[in-house]
């Protein structure tokens, strides 16, 4: 088990172009986040998957991001159109939970993170 | 709506000293409470999990405690060192989500 991997670890883009970025969980993990940091604050939440269903959108997920986790196993988290107050690190975490609507007890496991830079 | 607080918000010790990290929280209900610690410019490294009907765990030098019904959890690394510099955050569960703090710069001098 390699842990939680993403890719690609650093992006520098203009204003203005799509980007998309792809987290592989750890295997046989149902649960999947997708997280923001900027400098000097704590993560804030993004959205999540249990398997392949998305159940939770924060309202920090504009109309211009997107993310899917088609077979559910890896994620992908598309920006489209980016503006610079984009420009922050994208974690993805993943954990095991018993059941399906049972809550979430388990350890979270993240990422390195892709450090996303918008000119 | 939860809301995790660290303090302090840096910390500058030299090697050796024993220290303990604070971190609260305003909704008491919360499945689970989880310590981090980040390195600049890396991902999250799990260090401890407390379970909420737990009152604390340990690993290696570290201890994690939790009161829920004050909403507090300390973190206390014994015998720092040089190694131990990184931010450290707390994060807790009220429902599917992980809500965590700004977190707590430990820097580590010889």
């Known amino acids: 088990d390699t842990g939680v991997s993403q890719n690609p670890r650093h992006k520098i883009t203009k204003r203005g172009q799509n980007v998309t970025f792809r987290c592989d969980p750890i295997s046989e993990h149902n649960r999947l986040y997708w997280y923001r940091q900027t400098l000097g604050q704590g993560p804030e939440f993004l959205t999540y998957f249990q398997n392949e269903a998305q159940l939770e959108k924060s309202r920090l997920l504009s109309d211009r991001f997107s993310a899917e986790r088609p077979k559910g196993s890896f994620s992908t988290l598309e920006i489209q159109r980016t503006e610079q107050g984009d420009s922050a690190m994208y974690l993805c975490?993943?954990?095991?939970?018993?059941?399906?609507?049972?809550?979430?007890?388990?350890?979270?496991?993240f990422g390195e993170g892709s450090r996303l830079t918008v000119l | 709506k939860q809301e995790v607080t660290q303090i302090p918000a840096a910390l500058s010790v030299p090697e050796g000293e024993n220290l303990v990290l604070n971190c609260s929280f305003t909704?008491?209900?919360?499945?689970?409470l989880q310590w981090f610690r980040q390195d600049p410019g890396k991902g999250l490294t799990s260090l401890l999990l407390i379970q909420s009907s737990q009152r604390e765990q340990t690993s290696g030098r570290l201890n994690a405690s939790l009161d829920k019904s004050s909403g507090r959890s300390t973190l206390y690394i014994a015998a720092s060192q040089p190694g131990d510099s990184a931010t450290y955050l707390c994060a807790t569960y009220n429902t599917d989500k992980l809500i965590f703090g700004t977190g707590t710069r430990l820097q580590v001098f010889p």
């Open positions: 909704d008491s209900a919360i499945y689970n």
């Open positions: 975490a993943s954990s095991l939970i018993p059941g399906y609507g049972t809550p979430n007890t388990g350890e979270l496991f």
